[in-house]
């Protein structure tokens, strides 16, 4: 079956325009998360649905982000104002269920955003 | 100190050679551990998941968890070229939430 996929796949903003970042997971998926990577850096959390509601947003970086999953499948990412520290690859993953922590991420292509 | 410590590599072993990457955390609650592959310009595929003390085989990988010592390795025997990638160490917290806390990478150079 079709596994995550994201769009767009690249993304060049001027800074302080404002970006959407699509997210589509493996349907059926209940957990959905969002990371940021940063060049040579492993991925940083950002946040994390479980079906609609938003469990965490702790690791979003300022209010610029937000992250959104309305009807519990497809996600929009959207920051606001880029900056040019906003600069990474923004990775999607879902997981089929919830629970402690045993299930795998599958992981998205990412969106590359470059912020000039 | 960061939640999930790795040597950033370079780790250049022959073809053919045994692979050791290491990884440790400092949540000594950590309850579950993979070890992710990511080739460059790719996104991380999980190859290793690891939940309890002691070793897990699959393949050609050994996955190593030693929660006293809050140390995880992965071991790659019969290195092959192809194994060339960039190897991240994750760990989700104690209870019932699957947040993952990733390493930064050890890059693995397999050398024909």
């Known amino acids: 079956g079709a596994g995550v996929s994201q769009s767009p796949r690249y993304k060049v903003a001027k800074r302080g325009q404002d970006v959407a970042l699509r997210c589509d997971p493996i349907?059926?998926?209940?957990?959905l998360f969002w990371y940021q990577q940063a060049l040579g850096q492993g991925p940083e959390f950002l946040t994390y649905f479980q079906n609609e509601a938003q469990l965490d947003k702790s690791g979003l970086p300022s209010d610029r982000f937000f992250a959104e999953r309305p009807e519990g499948s497809v996600s929009t990412l959207k920051i606001q104002r880029t900056q040019q520290e906003d600069s990474a690859v923004y990775l999607c993953a879902s997981s089929p269920r919830t629970g402690p922590g045993t299930d795998t991420q599958y992981f998205g292509p990412g969106t590359r955003l470059t912020v000039l | 100190q960061k939640e999930v410590e790795q040597n950033s590599g370079p780790l250049s072993v022959p073809e053919g050679a045994i692979a050791s990457l290491n990884c440790t955390y400092s949540d000594r609650g950590s309850q579950s551990f993979f070890w992710y592959r990511q080739y460059s310009g790719k996104s991380p595929e999980l190859i290793m998941s690891i939940y309890s003390n002691g070793d897990k085989e699959d393949g050609r990988f050994t996955a190593q968890l030693n929660k006293a010592s809050q140390y995880v390795s992965l071991l790659i025997r019969d290195s092959q070229p192809s194994d060339s990638a960039t190897y991240l160490c994750?760990?989700?917290?104690?209870?019932?939430?699957?947040?993952?806390?990733f390493g930064t990478g050890t890059k693995l150079q397999v050398i024909p």
């Open positions: 994750a760990v989700t917290p104690e209870g019932g939430y699957q947040k993952v806390t």
């Open positions: 349907s059926g998926h209940v957990s």
